[in-house]
């Protein structure tokens, strides 16, 4: 049998360097792309989750002010004051500032 020689290089330096870059960009890619994609869903559950969707207390504090705003109600019945709606309240005062009524 014939004595066969292998002779072993060492890796192609410049090879090596451009396939370790590449790998690198292909990373920082992919780390841009999945961080987009996770703010972007991110935004999408706090619109969905907070901003758009009023919370209950909310939505009854703001049904108890327009009922204020729009209705009449006694403040003090002993000393006669009420409470109007503001439309009618802005009515008078305008009324009254044309009277010249202090």
């Known amino acids: 049998m014939a004595t066969e020689t292998r002779q072993h290089t060492d890796p192609n330096a410049q090879v090596t360097i451009v396939i370790a870059v590449i790998g690198a960009i292909a990373v920082m890619l992919a780390v841009i792309v999945l961080q987009g994609v996770y703010y972007r869903s991110l935004e999408r559950e ?41 439309d009618r309240a802005m009515e008078i005062v305008v009324r009254d500032m044309k009277e010249k009524k202090p």
Do not use: F
């Not at 009854?60 to 729009?70: F, G, H, P, W």
């Not at 006694?74 to 109007?84: F, L, N, Q, T």
């Open 46 to 86: 706090n619109q969905k989750k907070v901003i758009a969707e009023a919370p209950e207390k909310l939505t009854r504090l703001r049904a108890d002010q327009n009922a204020k705003l729009e209705g009449y109600d006694w403040v003090d019945s002993k000393k006669e004051i009420a409470r109007i709606p503001i």
